[in-house]
């Protein structure tokens, strides 16, 4: 069974930074592609970052420079780096497996002073 645990979120004022993490569980991250996606109060969920097998990055423009997705095969593992954080970035940050649509539970990023 394959289980994806997101931690690293919470509170943060404007400006500050976060590490969230996404531990894989059930199955080798190696052969698929990984990103994050965030749902804030209201909103859709939308794709925020994206990283291919062979590392390969893609983000959606409002986090371009701020944001940074990456992985480690050997533990199994897929951060998304956060700095500059802004008020717009609150949200509910979900770690998905995009080849087999497996996501995790979420995890809740909140930027206020």
């Known amino acids: 069974q394959v289980q994806l645990v997101e931690s690293g979120g919470g509170l943060v004022q404007p400006g500050g930074s976060l590490r969230l993490t996404c531990d894989a569980s059930?199955?080798?991250?190696?052969?698929?592609?990984l990103d994050w996606h965030r749902q804030a109060p209201g909103k859709q969920r939308e794709l925020v970052a994206a990283i291919s097998i062979g590392g390969k990055t893609g983000y959606t423009d409002s986090v371009k420079g701020r944001l940074t997705i990456s992985r480690d095969n050997a533990k199994n593992m897929i951060y998304l780096q956060m700095n500059n954080l802004k008020p717009e970035d609150t949200a509910v940050y979900y770690c998905?497996?995009?080849?087999?649509?497996?996501w995790g539970q979420g995890t809740q990023v909140t930027v206020s002073s």
């Open positions: 059930g199955t080798s991250i190696r052969s698929y592609s």
């Open positions: 998905h497996l995009a080849d087999k649509n497996y």
